[in-house]
């Protein structure tokens, strides 16, 4: 995770990661077949259910096609036999239509909207200009979560690889070591999102648990002043609002490239942006094998501060009227 280092200039690790995207990313929504209807082969069309192996399968990778090239080449082999030695074309025609029936309608349109986001955002990439072309389309994005009115999802245009690898490749291994308790070790999906503070933009960020296990966040600048995040204790859902200790208070101040790994359930706001813009990456990793466990183990979390606090004074009390037990005697 070198490229946040950068990130006092204008290119974000994200941009940079687009130029260096297969060309399936590239690939217009104007395709270069016109578009498959199922009745051009009538509805009875169909695939094998065992593949034949002996079949060696074109090659489609050179073709602008609505799905990625490989589900093609693999596809090829369930093709009825009498397929097999027609032209590209036909093929991919074919079986563009099963795809299609297989995948429903919303899934599709989702599909249709993520090649447009990539061709309006591939080559001027920021949370500026994809604002300016929500505003003129007025497509209604997902804000990023409840409480920031500026940003944007990253998953939903085409960064998932991206953020995977970052979760698996670097989140893992920190916090499968330091935040094991809490689901650090089984992360297996997120939530990723940019936020922009300062003028003309959200200014703080109240006080709040995030809906992750695990949560990166990363500055990438630029200029400004305040912005400090304030942490207050982990709690579980019973705890939530209950008092800080004087030991939990940690502030910390951001430095753009600079990032902060700390459990979603690690209470914490952000003070006013006092001046100039500042941009973050957040991503959101959660386990859901952590999420299961907790909906059976409710009376006592070994991660909140709380919870371990009430043990203790239990233990105390128990070791005092032990003691005053003993006393009688
Ligand atoms: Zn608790």
Not at 212 to 230: A, D, H, P, V, W
Not at 247 to 256: A, G, L, M, N, T
Not at 280 to 306: H, K, P, V
Not at 307 to 319: A, G, Y
Request: hydrophobic content about 30%.
């Amino acid at each position: 995770m070198s490229h946040p280092q950068n990130g006092s200039s204008d290119r974000t690790p994200f941009l940079h990661h687009h130029h260096h995207h297969p060309p399936t990313v590239s690939n217009g929504h104007v395709p270069a077949l016109p578009p498959p209807t199922l009745s051009s082969y009538g509805l009875n069309s169909t695939l094998l259910t065992s593949p034949q192996r002996d079949h060696n399968p074109d090659n489609y990778d050179d073709m602008r096609l609505e799905f990625n090239h490989l589900i093609f080449s693999s596809l090829e082999q369930y093709l009825p036999p009498h397929l097999l030695n027609r032209s590209r074309d036909e093929k991919a025609n074919y079986m563009t239509s099963i795809l299609h029936r297989y995948l429903p309608e919303s899934e599709r349109i989702r599909i249709q909207k993520h090649k447009e986001y990539r061709q309006k955002i591939i080559s001027n990439f920021t949370v500026d200009h994809f604002e300016r072309w929500v505003n003129q389309t007025k497509f209604r994005i997902m804000r990023p979560n409840t409480m920031n009115q500026y940003g944007a999802v990253l998953d939903d245009f085409g960064m998932e690889t991206m953020l995977d690898r970052l979760m698996n490749d670097f989140i893992l291994p920190i916090s499968r070591v330091f935040f094991a308790e809490v689901g650090g070790s089984t992360l297996d999906s997120h939530h990723g999102f940019v936020v922009e503070y300062g003028t003309n933009r959200d200014v703080e960020l109240g006080f709040h648990v995030d809906d992750s296990e695990i949560t990166l966040n990363i500055c990438l600048g630029k200029e400004f002043s305040g912005g400090e995040l304030f942490f207050r204790g982990v709690r579980c859902d019973e705890h939530v609002n209950t008092e800080t200790q004087s030991e939990e208070i940690f502030d910390y101040s951001h430095v753009p490239g600079r990032a902060v790994l700390h459990r979603g359930r690690h209470r914490h706001g952000a003070r006013p942006t006092t001046s100039g813009h500042r941009l973050n990456l957040i991503l959101w990793c959660r386990s859901s094998a952590f999420r299961e466990m907790r909906r059976y183990q409710r009376n006592f979390s070994s991660w909140c501060g709380e919870c371990r606090r009430k043990k203790k004074e239990r233990e105390r009390l128990s070791i005092a009227a032990t003691k005053q037990e003993l006393l009688r005697l």
